[in-house]
């Protein structure tokens, strides 16, 4: 039995490595197009693959790091050059890439009220100029309003559900081939389990 | 480790080296989406796909749209090993058990969609998974000691495959086919009452669909309220004649049918394995029917039911049109080809014994070379399925987006705009200003709102969930209404509204009926697009039309909306006030997303329109290939 385990946890080992090496690989590319794009002065490429990187997320990794302060040096830039759509481009592919990166929970989160306030007083700044709004704090509190509702799935109704459903399928099998009695209960238990999960996440 | 290791993480680090990097085009953005929210996808909701999707998104690396097809790269991994103890049991010959190995994975169908979020690689290994069952209890060689559980199994994967797609259950037929072969082993009633019970342990699975489906879920894209609902969608009733029971019972209609989907299933195999396999699957079978006649039968009959006639039901036509072609031949096949490659491998075998009884002596030697032989065809997969290199679909799914003026509402057609955008918007969180309303066609006026939570927008555009167009129009007097495709003159929301091209998307503005000054309106209208299409194209980037290494219809369709923009940009730059080259250029752009060719312009050409001129017809050249099965 402990064989088996050692061997499924080197073959999963393995598999994360294989992983790692082809987000990494990711990374190094899209970041190198980057710093490319950027000294060319082609800032709409360099958006575009500091964008890779950040998809491309592995936790703790420098480039991604790096990549995001190249983004918010980029906003920066175009914010003080009067160019808002460009800015708002920057901000919101952070703020993207932080949300589809995310897991148990969102990489970064830290940087989302900055962010959030960044691109909510763009927002705003622009639905005033075409008139859509009467001033700037409406057009503000509008858009915080609407970034401030995450209606993501609970995490952890989330987790339970997921374990319970895999232990629900595995002691099925699990019960085909030796047919313990014990096997049943648990499967009840995780059949629970696992539609509580589902209603609740 | 062992060789059943080796192979399973060699083949997993081929796929994932290859997979795609963020969504892929077709169902990618839904499924990716649903399984995060745990919602639904489009009928049979898929939810075993979407659980276990769900379960891949937890792992730390990556995009939520990636770590769900590292779901697609683990399944065909598992298929792979498989296919290879399969062949190994039969033949004995490692050599024989790789080749097959090999032919299948630089196969396009299995390739392609081992890399991409798509559910029929799982749908292949739970098919899979009951063939081998089968194929070891009709196997004479070895003394099978639990049979028992090869039949509870068997109900029970049935029971998951009715949560995924239902292709699967007509594995039923050959399974029939194998118990009647072992006429010796009867079922007793305490194993099929067992079975019975595990069958409906796979199928309450699907109660998922009750549970998460419901209207007030965050996401869906199909609902369930009641059991009804539940009937319509597990039974797939929306697709009418292609839905499960309709499909089933015209099954054996059209006789003709069965020849022409005879012809266009072998031109299937032909495009991925070459005409020569077929030699090899015809020593393949004879090396089958002297080892086991029972096994060929069994193997034969599902290669008959996943080839010939489910091609009668999804390609049995005599001409079928390139669309037709990229989505049946692309993924319903699956087993059929994973089938094919266990007869080639042990076509390879026979092969391997005559060489060997003729007294060839190097034979054994060089074997294993020609075995991994095939892996040289992933040359051929890097250059047309290298999915890694596919940024397009992620690319117009986030630029539609851009390129919108604030608190504006954006209105999506088909699967490409639709489900991609629903990635970004609702898993993103992209410009969460942008409310975006889907619609499955032009001919009737029906919004889905998965892409504008009325929980959320209501505030924001009351207008729109008023259901009354009038009240709409101030806000699309604004510029704030748009579509990713023109209004169409036969469609209904012709009486109501006119389209005017914008960039990517089209700008929608009411019909001159509802307007107090028609003709300023329309300057104005005409003057915003000028303005907002500079704009657009700053932001917007379709570098990755030219940079993607896929043959990929869709993504081939998508860069066509970056030439309409490349050319209207063209335009624009083409008056008198641009320095012209004394050149003229004839514009004739099909936009293939609707089908329609855009008007013949002929333009100057002048130094600052050059540029774009020149960046459209090479989209246009780099795009312009034949899907695979037709080149």
Same mark, same amino acid.
């Given at each position: 039995m402990?064989?088996?385990?050692?061997?499924a946890? =080197?073959?999963?080992?393995?598999? /994360?490595?294989v992983i $790692?090496?082809r987000?990494s @690989?990711?990374q190094?590319?899209?970041y %190198?197009?980057?710093?490319?794009?950027?000294?060319?002065?082609?800032?709409k490429?360099?958006? =575009?693959?500091f964008d890779?990187? /950040?998809?491309?997320? $592995?936790?703790f990794?420098? @480039?991604?790091?790096k990549a995001?302060? %190249?983004l918010?040096?980029?906003a920066?830039?175009?914010?003080n050059e009067?160019e808002p759509?460009m800015?708002?481009?920057c901000?919101?592919?952070?703020?993207?890439s932080?949300?589809?990166?995310?897991?148990?929970?969102?990489?970064d989160s830290?940087?989302i009220?900055f962010l959030?306030?960044k691109?909510?007083?763009?927002?705003?700044g622009?639905?005033?100029?075409d008139?859509?709004?009467?001033?700037?704090?409406?057009?503000y509190y509008?858009?915080?309003?609407i970034?401030?509702k995450?209606?993501s799935?609970?995490?952890?109704?989330?987790?339970?559900?997921?374990?319970?459903?895999?232990a629900y399928?595995g002691?099925?099998v699990?019960w085909?081939?030796?047919?313990?009695?014990?096997y049943i209960y648990?499967?009840?238990l995780?059949?629970?389990g696992?539609?509580?999960?589902?209603?609740?996440a | 480790?062992?060789?059943y290791h080796?192979?399973?993480l060699?083949?997993?680090?081929?796929?994932?080296?290859?997979?795609?990097?963020?969504i892929n085009?077709?169902?990618?953005?839904?499924?990716?989406?649903?399984?995060?929210?745990?919602g639904?996808?489009h009928p049979?909701?898929?939810p075993?796909?979407l659980?276990?999707?769900?379960?891949?998104?937890f792992?730390?690396?990556?995009n939520i749209a990636?770590?769900v097809?590292?779901m697609?790269?683990a399944c065909s991994?598992l298929?792979?090993?498989?296919i290879?103890w399969?062949?190994?049991?039969?033949t004995?010959?490692?050599?024989?058990?790789?080749?097959s190995?090999t032919?299948l994975?630089v196969s396009?169908?299995?390739f392609?969609q081992?890399?991409l979020?798509?559910f029929?690689?799982?749908n292949?290994?739970?098919?899979?998974?009951?063939?081998?069952l089968?194929?070891?209890?009709l196997s004479a060689?070895?003394?099978?000691?639990d049979?028992d559980?090869?039949?509870?199994l068997?109900?029970?994967?049935?029971?998951?495959?009715?949560?995924?797609?239902?292709?699967?259950?007509i594995?039923l037929?050959?399974?029939?086919a194998a118990?009647?072969?072992?006429?010796k082993?009867?079922?007793?009633?305490?194993t099929m009452?067992?079975?019975l019970?595990?069958f409906?342990?796979?199928?309450?699975i699907?109660?998922?669909?009750?549970?998460?489906?419901r209207?007030d879920?965050?996401f869906?894209?199909?609902v369930?309220d009641n059991f009804h609902?539940f009937?319509q969608?597990?039974?797939?009733?929306?697709?009418?004649q292609?839905g499960?029971?309709?499909?089933?019972a015209?099954s054996?209609?059209?006789?003709?049918?069965?020849?022409?989907?005879f012809?266009n299933?072998l031109?299937?195999?032909i495009s991925?394995f070459?005409?020569?396999?077929?030699l090899?699957?015809?020593?393949g079978?004879?090396?089958l029917v002297?080892k086991n006649?029972?096994?060929f039968?069994f193997?034969?009959f599902?290669?008959?039911?996943?080839?010939?006639?489910?091609?009668?039901?999804?390609l049995?036509?005599?001409?079928?049109p390139?669309?037709s072609f990229?989505?049946?031949?692309h993924?319903?096949?699956?087993?059929a080809i994973a089938?094919f490659a266990?007869v080639?491998g042990c076509g390879?075998?026979q092969i391997?014994?005559?060489?060997k009884?003729?007294?060839l002596?190097?034979?054994?030697?060089?074997m294993?070379?020609?075995?991994?032989?095939p892996l040289v065809?992933?040359?051929?997969?890097?250059?047309?399925s290298?999915?890694?290199?596919?940024f397009?679909p992620?690319?117009?799914?986030k630029d539609?987006?851009?390129i919108?003026?604030a608190?504006?509402v954006i209105?999506?057609?088909?699967d490409?705009?639709?489900?991609q955008?629903w990635y970004l918007?609702?898993?993103?969180r992209?410009?969460?200003?942008?409310?975006?309303?889907?619609?499955?066609?032009?001919?009737?006026?029906?919004?889905?709102?998965?892409?504008?939570?009325?929980?959320?927008?209501s505030g924001v555009f009351?207008a729109?969930?008023?259901?009354?167009?009038?009240?709409?129009v101030p806000?699309?007097?604004?510029?704030?209404?748009y579509?990713?495709?023109p209004?169409?003159n036969d469609s209904?929301?012709?009486?109501y509204?006119?389209?005017g091209?914008f960039s990517l998307?089209?700008?929608?503005?009411p019909?001159?009926?509802?307007l107090?000054?028609?003709?300023?309106?329309?300057?104005e209208?005409?003057?915003?697009?000028?303005r907002r299409?500079?704009?657009?194209?700053?932001?917007l980037?379709d570098?990755?039309c030219l940079t993607h290494l896929t043959?990929?219809?869709?993504t081939?369709?998508?860069?066509?909306a970056?030439?309409?923009?490349?050319?209207?940009?063209?335009?624009?730059y083409?008056g008198?006030g641009y320095e012209?080259?004394?050149?003229t250029?004839e514009?004739?752009v099909?936009?293939t997303?609707?089908?329609?060719l855009?008007?013949?312009?002929t333009i100057?050409?002048?130094?600052?329109n050059?540029?774009y001129?020149l960046?459209?017809?090479?989209?246009?050249?780099?795009n312009?290939?034949?899907i695979f099965?037709?080149?």
């Amino acid at each position: 039995m402990l064989q088996h385990i050692r061997r499924a946890a =080197t073959i999963l080992l393995c598999m /994360l490595a294989v992983i $790692i090496f082809r987000l990494s @690989l990711d990374q190094w590319q899209g970041y %190198q197009d980057a710093m490319k794009s950027l000294h060319e002065g082609d800032y709409k490429n360099a958006v =575009t693959y500091f964008d890779h990187t /950040l998809n491309a997320h $592995i936790p703790f990794s420098p @480039l991604e790091k790096k990549a995001k302060e %190249q983004l918010l040096a980029l906003a920066s830039k175009y914010d003080n050059e009067g160019e808002p759509e460009m800015a708002l481009l920057c901000y919101e592919t952070i703020r993207t890439s932080r949300y589809l990166t995310r897991h148990l929970f969102v990489p970064d989160s830290k940087d989302i009220p900055f962010l959030d306030n960044k691109i909510a007083s763009i927002k705003a700044g622009l639905l005033v100029k075409d008139g859509i709004v009467r001033n700037f704090s409406e057009g503000y509190y509008q858009q915080m309003g609407i970034m401030n509702k995450d209606h993501s799935p609970s995490v952890l109704w989330s987790v339970i559900f997921v374990a319970s459903f895999l232990a629900y399928l595995g002691f099925i099998v699990l019960w085909i081939f030796k047919r313990k009695p014990v096997y049943i209960y648990i499967l009840c238990l995780a059949f629970i389990g696992w539609l509580t999960g589902l209603y609740l996440a | 480790m062992t060789r059943y290791h080796l192979i399973f993480l060699s083949s997993f680090a081929i796929f994932i080296f290859f997979l795609t990097p963020n969504i892929n085009t077709g169902d990618g953005g839904e499924l990716a989406t649903a399984s995060y929210f745990l919602g639904t996808a489009h009928p049979s909701a898929y939810p075993l796909y979407l659980m276990l999707g769900k379960a891949f998104t937890f792992m730390p690396f990556g995009n939520i749209a990636f770590k769900v097809a590292v779901m697609s790269a683990a399944c065909s991994a598992l298929s792979l090993t498989l296919i290879f103890w399969l062949v190994l049991e039969l033949t004995t010959e490692t050599a024989a058990a790789i080749f097959s190995v090999t032919m299948l994975l630089v196969s396009y169908s299995y390739f392609t969609q081992s890399l991409l979020v798509k559910f029929y690689q799982l749908n292949l290994l739970l098919i899979l998974l009951i063939f081998a069952l089968w194929a070891r209890r009709l196997s004479a060689r070895r003394e099978v000691v639990d049979d028992d559980a090869t039949v509870l199994l068997t109900f029970f994967s049935f029971g998951l495959i009715t949560a995924n797609h239902h292709t699967g259950i007509i594995m039923l037929g050959p399974v029939a086919a194998a118990w009647l072969l072992l006429r010796k082993d009867s079922l007793s009633v305490k194993t099929m009452l067992h079975g019975l019970v595990l069958f409906l342990s796979g199928f309450i699975i699907n109660i998922y669909l009750l549970v998460r489906g419901r209207h007030d879920n965050f996401f869906n894209a199909v609902v369930v309220d009641n059991f009804h609902d539940f009937y319509q969608v597990i039974t797939r009733q929306s697709y009418k004649q292609s839905g499960t029971i309709d499909a089933v019972a015209g099954s054996f209609g059209n006789l003709a049918g069965f020849w022409y989907g005879f012809r266009n299933f072998l031109s299937v195999l032909i495009s991925n394995f070459s005409i020569f396999s077929c030699l090899l699957f015809f020593t393949g079978c004879i090396f089958l029917v002297r080892k086991n006649y029972r096994l060929f039968i069994f193997l034969l009959f599902a290669i008959l039911l996943y080839g010939p006639f489910l091609a009668k039901l999804t390609l049995g036509a005599a001409t079928i049109p390139e669309i037709s072609f990229y989505l049946g031949a692309h993924q319903y096949f699956l087993p059929a080809i994973a089938l094919f490659a266990v007869v080639i491998g042990c076509g390879f075998n026979q092969i391997f014994l005559w060489l060997k009884a003729s007294g060839l002596r190097l034979v054994p030697k060089i074997m294993p070379f020609i075995a991994v032989f095939p892996l040289v065809f992933l040359v051929s997969r890097a250059t047309d399925s290298n999915f890694r290199t596919d940024f397009v679909p992620y690319q117009y799914a986030k630029d539609i987006y851009s390129i919108l003026p604030a608190d504006s509402v954006i209105l999506t057609y088909g699967d490409n705009a639709s489900y991609q955008g629903w990635y970004l918007k609702l898993a993103g969180r992209y410009r969460e200003d942008v409310c975006q309303i889907s619609s499955g066609s032009q001919s009737y006026i029906h919004w889905t709102l998965q892409g504008c939570n009325r929980k959320i927008y209501s505030g924001v555009f009351p207008a729109f969930f008023s259901q009354k167009f009038t009240a709409m129009v101030p806000d699309m007097l604004r510029d704030r209404f748009y579509g990713t495709d023109p209004v169409k003159n036969d469609s209904a929301y012709d009486s109501y509204m006119n389209s005017g091209i914008f960039s990517l998307d089209y700008l929608y503005y009411p019909k001159d009926k509802y307007l107090d000054n028609a003709a300023v309106t329309k300057k104005e209208i005409s003057n915003f697009l000028l303005r907002r299409r500079l704009i657009a194209d700053k932001l917007l980037n379709d570098n990755g039309c030219l940079t993607h290494l896929t043959d990929d219809l869709f993504t081939r369709q998508i860069c066509s909306a970056y030439v309409v923009h490349l050319t209207n940009m063209a335009m624009q730059y083409s008056g008198s006030g641009y320095e012209s080259t004394g050149k003229t250029v004839e514009l004739n752009v099909r936009d293939t997303k609707t089908g329609y060719l855009q008007p013949l312009y002929t333009i100057a050409v002048t130094e600052r329109n050059k540029p774009y001129l020149l960046r459209s017809t090479a989209i246009q050249e780099f795009n312009n290939w034949k899907i695979f099965y037709q080149r």
